[in-house]
């Protein structure tokens, strides 16, 4: 596509659902990266791949939060058994390159648990 | 991790003025990219710059990397400059580490 698109653009659920978000990287870019930003923050550091491969999870909070790009192109960040704590602005990103091309951020999914 | 601060962290300007941003690292850098998070939420990368200068219309960057420092120049600013200015820097590992950003508010 023409941009980094993330879905849905909006989430709100109750504590103790599963949500997944979805990122579809700009056609053809091999890094995709998630970043989730609080409120009066810069983002912050999630998970990235290469391809379909997850290089780095560091990021990830805790073990209810996982991510996948099983065919190297669009990518889902799943938060199982939402809490408060885990509301924020979830952004992706992706690059032309690996090791760190420009970067190009999506419009984001805004997250609110309930 | 590398720590990113960035100065000042609100500006406000008259529409016409120009002004300078700042984000020192504590680190050694691979990649350094500046970002406008504008009114709605969108995050637009401005510039790719480890280090040197670089120039896109009103706008410019400069990144010295043995000083660990980066700026950011905005002439003849608009209103449509508004929102906040991160810089992310990347040093080993391929992760990017945020600034807290600085907010600038034009007024016309």
């Known amino acids: 596509g023409a941009g980094v698109s993330q879905s849905p653009r909006y989430k709100v659920t109750k504590r103790g659902q599963d949500v997944a978000l979805r990122c579809d990287p700009i056609s053809g870019h091999v890094s995709l990266y998630w970043y989730r930003q609080a409120l009066g923050q810069g983002p912050e550091f999630l998970t990235y791949?290469?391809?379909?491969?997850?290089?780095?999870k560091s990021g990830l909070p805790n073990d209810r939060f996982s991510a996948e790009r099983p065919e190297g192109s669009i990518s889902t960040l799943t938060i199982q058994r939402t809490e408060q704590r885990d509301s924020a602005m979830y952004r992706c990103?992706?690059?032309?390159?690996?090791?760190?091309?420009?970067?190009?951020f999506g419009s984001g999914t805004q997250l609110s648990v309930l | 991790g590398i720590q990113v601060e960035q100065s000042p962290p609100d500006l406000i300007l008259q529409e016409g003025a120009n002004s300078t941003l700042r984000c020192n690292f504590s680190?050694?850098?691979?990649?350094l990219q500046w970002f406008h998070q504008n009114p709605w939420g969108q995050l637009i990368n401005l510039f790719y710059?480890?280090?040197g200068t670089k120039q896109n219309g009103r706008l410019s960057a400069t990144t010295v990397a043995t000083e660990r420092y980066s700026l950011l120049y905005i002439s003849s600013s608009q209103t449509t400059d508004s929102g906040v200015y991160f810089c992310a820097v990347e040093s080993t590992g391929n992760q990017f580490y945020f600034g807290t950003g600085t907010s600038l508010t034009v007024i016309p």
């Open positions: 791949f290469n391809y379909e491969a997850q290089q780095d």
């Open positions: 710059i480890p280090s």
């Open positions: 990103a992706s690059s032309r390159r690996e090791n760190n091309e420009k970067l190009f």
């Open positions: 680190d050694s850098v691979n990649n």
